[in-house]
T-cell receptor, first 116, second 112 residues
């Protein structure tokens, strides 16, 4: 089955710096890669996603890049703010062959702390 | 547009008991997935429901079961509760499997 590795597990930056979180996946058939932000005690919130036919996607200060050959994808946050502090999860979607069933496999999460 | 709602928010049970958690999907979403999130971990896929049928299952034993109703709402049932079942249980809905999944606030289950 799919396996997603996420690094680093913790990331501390100064306000205004950039932050980069990296994930690798194992199933070359995975075709959809969302990123979620989870604040303490709250639901995971979808912040950006990318499909396998696209190499990069940007939404204001957030961007995601995908390298299908190397099977890795990254989240880039520019001009970080204290309110960006949270746990960030990457995930990969893969279909079970011959069925309409597919599932998301999540990374272990990155605790991002942005210091004012 | 109504988001994903889950109930109850918190629940305390003892070992061996049974529990039912509920989820109302986002308006128009026909696919519901359930996840278990242990403290400090990423969500782990339990199973998915599509058109009232279980459409796939992760590495969870049969004592984890579910239902989906005609209005696409869903239940997660866990029998013979164990201490390791203590976790945040998240429900996510989507239009179909590989469409964006939107999560509810979860049910925090504690087993004593």
């Amino acid at each position: 089955g799919e396996n997603v590795e996420q690094h680093p597990s913790t990331l501390s930056v100064q306000e205004g710096d950039s932050a980069v979180i990296k994930c690798t996946y194992s199933d070359s058939a995975s075709n959809y890669f969302p990123w979620y932000k989870q604040e303490l005690g709250k639901r995971p919130q979808l912040i950006i996603d990318i499909r396998s036919n696209v190499g990069e996607k940007k939404d204001q200060r957030i961007a995601v890049t995908l390298n299908k050959t190397a099977k890795h994808f990254s989240l880039h946050i520019t001009e970080t703010q204290p309110e960006d502090s949270a746990v960030y999860f990457c995930a990969a979607f893969s279909w079970a062959g011959g069925t309409s069933y597919g599932k998301l496999t999540f990374g272990q999460g990155t605790i991002l702390t942005v210091h004012p | 547009e109504t988001g994903v709602t889950q109930s109850p928010t918190h629940l305390i049970k003892t070992r061996g008991q049974q529990v039912t958690l509920r989820c109302s999907s986002q308006s128009g979403h026909n696919t519901v997935s359930w996840y278990q999130q242990a403290l400090g971990q990423g969500p782990q896929f339990i199973f998915q429901y599509y058109r009232e049928e279980e459409n796939g299952r992760g590495n969870f034993p049969p004592r984890f079961s579910g239902l989906q109703f005609p209005n696409y709402s869903s239940e997660l049932n866990v029998n013979a509760l164990e201490l390791d079942d203590s976790a945040l249980y998240l429900c996510a809905s989507s239009l179909q499997g590989n469409e964006p999944q939107h999560f509810g606030d979860g049910t925090r289950l504690s087993i004593l």
